[in-house]
């Protein structure tokens, strides 16, 4: 089975405050995402990426950095969090860009 | 206009009834298509593909009807445990990158 980690479950941080959001997958997976997922507005795409050390913007990239060192992690970088950015952010990964994505648990944000 | 536009419910089934809802997408060039559920405060999870004939999964049926762009999500003998959202999912080219587009979600509340 697919395994997909997120580092955190639920997360309170201050205005201000670095981020770091860690994603791994198990699957040998050449492709990553971050999406954010807030009521009525569904997912939005954050980043991507379809190989190490290369990134794509998403949707609504605006705040947010990613880093891709490793096949299997991909982090998500808040460099100064804002309130705006309290939201459930969810991980995935996928072997092709348009095949299934294994999505991660989800990591809850909390920005005070 | 949207990629991936559907109609978010919530759909209040009777336990045993049969549900049915739509998703229609923008993109005529679209080759896969996906249903995955999410379950309250959960991550995403693959319900099914959706061919191009159809497919069946028990009491899920996937149809896809590509010259009105849309596909279907039918649901039989509706139990408790199939209240959840319904996600559909459509491959998008988006500024040249070939990725998924989600769907915000039809909700499906089966009542007893």
């Given at each position: 089975d697919v395994k997909v980690t997120q580092s955190s479950?639920?997360?309170?941080?201050?205005?201000?405050e670095k981020v770091f959001l860690e994603c791994v997958q198990d699957m040998d997976h050449e492709n990553m995402f971050w999406y954010r997922q807030d009521p009525g507005l569904g997912l939005r795409l954050i980043y991507f990426s379809y190989d190490v050390k290369m990134k794509e913007k998403g949707d609504i990239p605006e705040g947010y950095s990613v880093s891709r060192e490793k096949?299997?992690?991909f982090s998500l970088i808040l460099e100064s969090a804002s309130t705006n950015q309290t939201s459930m952010y969810l991980c995935a990964s996928s072997f092709g860009p348009q095949e299934t994505q294994y999505f991660g648990p989800g990591t809850r944000?909390?920005?005070? | 206009r949207k990629e991936v536009e559907q109609d978010p419910g919530p759909f209040n089934v009777p336990e045993g009834a049969t549900v049915a809802f739509n998703c229609t997408y923008s993109n005529s060039a679209s080759q896969s298509f996906f249903w995955y559920r999410q379950d309250c405060r959960k991550e995403p999870k693959l319900l099914m593909s959706v061919y191009?004939?159809?497919?069946?999964?028990?009491?899920?049926t996937a149809q896809l009807n590509r010259a009105s762009q849309y596909i279907s999500l039918l649901i039989r003998d509706s139990k408790l445990s199939?209240?959840?959202?319904y996600l559909c999912v459509v491959t998008a080219v988006v500024e040249g990158n070939n990725r998924l587009a989600f769907g915000k979600g039809n909700q499906v509340v089966v009542i007893p």
């Open positions: 479950r639920y997360l309170v941080k201050r205005t201000g096949k299997e992690r944000l909390l920005v005070l | 191009s004939s159809g497919n069946e999964d028990g009491r899920f199939d209240s959840a959202t």
